[in-house]
Each structure stands twice: as structure tokens, then as C-alpha cells.
């Protein structure tokens, strides 16, 4: 009998045990924190991972290529969330715009926060995460994206931001 109790806890608590293999939860939208039980402190500085984004100002509507890529060699990772914020501290918080994932990412890729941010949907190991955003048709200011990383269950990265995306015109041809 004890087994089966045994068997029951581990079952319960097998987020815990194996992370969110499925994605991120919708309860993690504000403070992108994993939640990979409280013994675990995220890592903030020396970030292994850096943003490629073209190009680097936008308007109303426009759809900008993100890409999340780590520095160097040997920091795949098994598990990503990517939102856009404004960088104005008085505005909200929150997710600006939403996402589009190409068909060939979708068995890896998932929309989570009401398709404000991206998750992973697996827990295989990956080198990138590529995808679209959508600019929102109003309310907009300059933003940046900010991702957290799962290198693995122990090794969390929090608080990896991209070069400011600003709001307006292209900058005239020097």
C-alpha cells in the first residue's frame, strides 16, 4: 500500500519533478519565472543567450523576426519564454503584440499568454527559437523582448533582453 502512495505523490508533482515538458503555464505570463520549485535561484548575469532582431524599429502592424540564439557553442536549452514589453516603466507591464509560429516550429513552439508570448512544447533540446511578431495597430511605444531560458531543470536564465525595438519611421540613410 505504501507503494501505491508513494506512486500517487510522484505523480501529482511531476511538473516538479520533470519541469513543464509542455510549455510554460499561463500562471508564469507576468513574472516569466519558471516555477521549478523555491531551492532554485535563476541566474541573471553572464547570460549564455542574446536576441537577433530585424530590424530594429517599427510601426503599427509590422511583423519583426526574432530569433533567441546562445553565445558560442554548448548552451542548448529545453525550455523558452519570449514576450515583447515596452521599456516606458509607467506603461503596464504586460505582453505588447502577439506572435505567429511558422507551421515547421508548431510541434515545437506553442502560443501561451493568450498569444502574447512563446513557449516551448517539448523539453528537447534546442540551439534557436525563431519566430514572428506582430506588432499591435495601436497603443504602441518602443519595447524590447525579454526571454527566460530553462538550459535545464537546475539552470534558469531570467531577465535576457534584446536591443530596444523603436516605434517610429526608419532612421534616414546616413
Known amino acids: 500500500m505504501m507503494w501505491l502512495f508513494t506512486a500517487l505523490v510522484v505523480l501529482a ?9 509542455v510549455g510554460a503555464p499561463r500562471s508564469t505570463c507576468r513574472s516569466m519565472t519558471p516555477d521549478h ?14 536576441f537577433e532582431i530585424s530590424p530594429l524599429y517599427y510601426k503599427e502592424g509590422d511583423e519583426i523576426q526574432v530569433k533567441l540564439v546562445q553565445n558560442g557553442t554548448g548552451k542548448a536549452y529545453v525550455g523558452v519564454m519570449i514576450q515583447a514589453r515596452y521599456t516606458d516603466p509607467t506603461k503596464l507591464q ?15 513552439l506553442k502560443l501561451v499568454c493568450y498569444d502574447g508570448a512563446v513557449s516551448h512544447k517539448n523539453n528537447r533540446r534546442t540551439e534557436s527559437t525563431e519566430v514572428t511578431w506582430l506588432a499591435p495597430t495601436r497603443g504602441t511605444g518602443d519595447i524590447v523582448f525579454k526571454a527566460s531560458v530553462v538550459q535545464d531543470y537546475n539552470k534558469i536564465w531570467l531577465g535576457i533582453e534584446s536591443p530596444v525595438l523603436t516605434y517610429g519611421d526608419a532612421p534616414p540613410e546616413p
Open 94 to 108: 504586460v505582453a505588447v503584440g502577439k506572435f505567429r509560429i511558422s507551421p515547421s516550429d508548431m510541434g515545437t
Open 13 to 21: 508533482r511531476a511538473d516538479v519533478l520533470w519541469g513543464f515538458a
Open 37 to 50: 520549485g523555491r531551492h532554485i535561484t535563476p541566474r541573471t548575469t553572464n547570460q549564455p543567450y542574446h
